[in-house]
């Protein structure tokens, strides 16, 4: 059964920069590259959302608010993807997981991002 688990988390002031990643277990590379992948978050609050996808083919999507900001990637030897976030802002403040839509596994335990000042 295929796992993720999410790191890279922290506090940033805004504008500043991070990049997250996912690790899988439980799948083979091979697999693993089949997979779309997507990236969540899940403010205080709020629901949680997918902010981007990525295909298998490499084709990503983003939500609105995140658009030019973010960039998903994958290394599929690695088995992980990540997320790169710049010119982040406090409404980014959010726990961020990654999973495989649409038939999405057990959620890891994802990491905090904290954008303030």
Do not use: H
């Amino acid at each position: 059964q295929v796992q993720f688990v999410e790191s890279g988390g922290g506090l940033v002031q805004p504008g500043g920069s991070l990049k997250l990643s996912c690790a899988a277990s439980g799948t083979s590379g091979n697999i693993f590259s089949l997979y779309t992948m997507g990236w969540y978050r899940q403010a205080p609050g709020k629901q949680r959302e997918l902010v981007a996808g990525i295909t298998g083919g490499g084709r990503t999507n983003y939500v609105d608010s995140v658009k030019g900001r973010f960039t998903i990637s994958r290394d599929n030897v690695k088995r992980t993807i990540y997320l790169q976030m710049n010119s982040l802002k406090p409404e980014d403040t959010a726990v961020y997981y990654c999973n495989r839509p649409p038939s999405l596994a057990s959620w890891g335990q994802g990491t905090q991002v904290t954008v303030s000042s």
